[in-house]
């Protein structure tokens, strides 16, 4: 297995005197050389509070420099980083720490009173502590290290814990082959540039925050501003004053960009690259973007992936409407049938994906590392998904989504993108529930736009004007807002009518 040599050293050595992260809300700016140096200087701090290689580091924080350079630095001594969610409650975190076993733990003020009620074992360094015992102290006094030269490409790097829709979190491995292949797709997909510039702001416990496309930018030698979240007053702001080459944002980003109200104003060609994942984006999303000069490149991957595996390209976004485009340069795709065979063009089924960006399983968790791999080693990732005849692929659903009304399939995404584009409906979910008649029948949970109205008549007339009879759902239940994940995506197992309007028909 290949030997990477220190990458950020490396990056360093090549564009010393480059601005690499500027804390947009902090005081802090780093250049690649000063980027290095903090992180070596991290690794100096792991060592002396008892670090060694392969112990776990956890990092409870919002966005900013510090958790970059401790990524970094757990890669100078082979440790291996453990973002935390800073969303999870206590009692969830004490799940998460008694999993992975932390050797030390870092942690931002504004989450140090969840991680002390969490009780854990593990030593803790404050990030914003100003004291002897604070981090940046005790990275300047501790006695330095040589760091190693070399990353295993192998080596697990990082571990990400899923906070999926369903189950409980897993840890998924990240190894170094994995950044770097997903470094790969990136640069080939959008063209990264050395003099790009892009925003930093969906949290770092989630593969969206430190893959797409910071970690890929860094080994760049672009540059990354970081927000602690996300805030489109500041992301406006930044896009009016063209300080953006290059922006990803999950689909609830591009929603809340396209109802600010400088949206109408701003030059959106101005960024050269607009990607999106996470989650599916809406058509109507895509065109509205598309009308003030935007090209949102529609893209899918997992934490799995690394994520990266499809990303479309600009030129075809209006051609391809509603596509991930084509799986990238390191990743290959089959899509099989319920018999285990390829489907034909046009036909949905279960979207495998392999090659050296995935990932070799979930920490501590053979079982299921099985149950998610094929033999020949393909990811089975629970999505339905059809190729036309060029190749560009269409994201139907998860599997466990589907359902069967009457004897039919019926794709939630489907029915939800149709109902987006009516004009009093921001956003919907559909779910299966059961009927007697037709065995399952679709329910709709409806989030509609704060100047509009609708009922379940309206609505269900629009679904049957523009869809098979089978495909309209029968009930609809009016939210305010949708649980989601860090990934923008909606939790539809916490969805109930309960407490809500359910109007059925």
Known sequence: ???????????????????????????????????????????????????????????????????????????????????????????????ILSNCQPTLIFVGEEDLPTLEQASPAAPVVKLDDNSADGYQALCETSPPIICRDFWPADQIWYLLYTSGTT???????????????????????????????????????????????????????????????????????????????????????????SLHPAFAE????????????????????????????ALVCNGYGMTETGPTAYLMHHSHVRRKIGSVGMTQMMTAARLLGGDGAPVGPNEPGELQLKGPGITPGYWGAPDATKAALTDDGWLKTGDLASADEEGFTYIVGRSKEMYISGGEN????????????????????????????????????????????????????????????YKAPKSFVFVTEFPRTAAGKIQKHLLTAEGADDAAI
């Not at 690259?273 to 000069?293: I, T, Y």
């Not at 109902?419 to 065995?439: N, T």
């Open 1 to 95: 297995m290949t030997d990477y040599p220190d990458l950020i050293a490396k990056r360093a050595a090549l564009s010393p005197t480059k601005l690499a992260l500027r804390d947009l809300k902090g005081e802090r700016a780093l250049t690649y050389r000063n980027l290095d140096a903090a992180s070596a200087k991290g690794a100096a701090l792991l060592q002396s509070k008892g670090v060694c290689a392969e112990d776990r580091v956890a990092i409870l924080c919002r966005n900013r420099i510090e958790f970059f350079e401790a990524l970094f630095a757990c890669a100078k001594v082979g440790a291996i980083l453990v973002p935390l969610n800073w969303r999870m409650p206590a009692a969830e975190l004490q799940g």
């Open 266 to 293: 701003i030059d959106c060609s101005r960024v050269r690259h607009w990607g999106c994942g996470g989650a599916p984006l809406q058509d109507v999303l895509v065109e509205a973007f598309a009308e003030r000069g």
């Open 410 to 469: 019926v794709y939630p995404a489907e029915v939800e993108n149709m109902l987006a584009r009516h004009p009093a409906v921001l956003e919907a979910a559909v779910v299966g529930v059961p009927d007697e008649r037709w065995g399952e029948v679709g329910r709709a949970f409806v989030q509609l736009r704060d100047d509009q109205c609708a009922d379940a008549d309206e609505l269900t007339r629009y679904a049957r004007d523009n869809l098979a009879a």
């Open 167 to 257: 189950g409980a979190p897993k840890a998924v491995m990240q190894t170094y082959q994995m950044a770097v292949i997903n470094y790969t797709n990136v640069r080939q997909a959008i063209d990264l540039q050395e003099d790009d510039r892009t925003l930093n702001f969906l949290p770092l416990f989630h593969t969206a925050g430190i893959n797409l496309y910071t970690l890929p930018m860094l080994f760049a030698g672009a540059e990354v501003s970081i927000l602690p979240g996300f805030d489109v007053d500041e992301t406006m702001g930044l896009l009016a004053h063209g300080a953006l080459d290059v922006v990803f944002g999950v689909p609830a980003v591009y929603q809340q960009i």
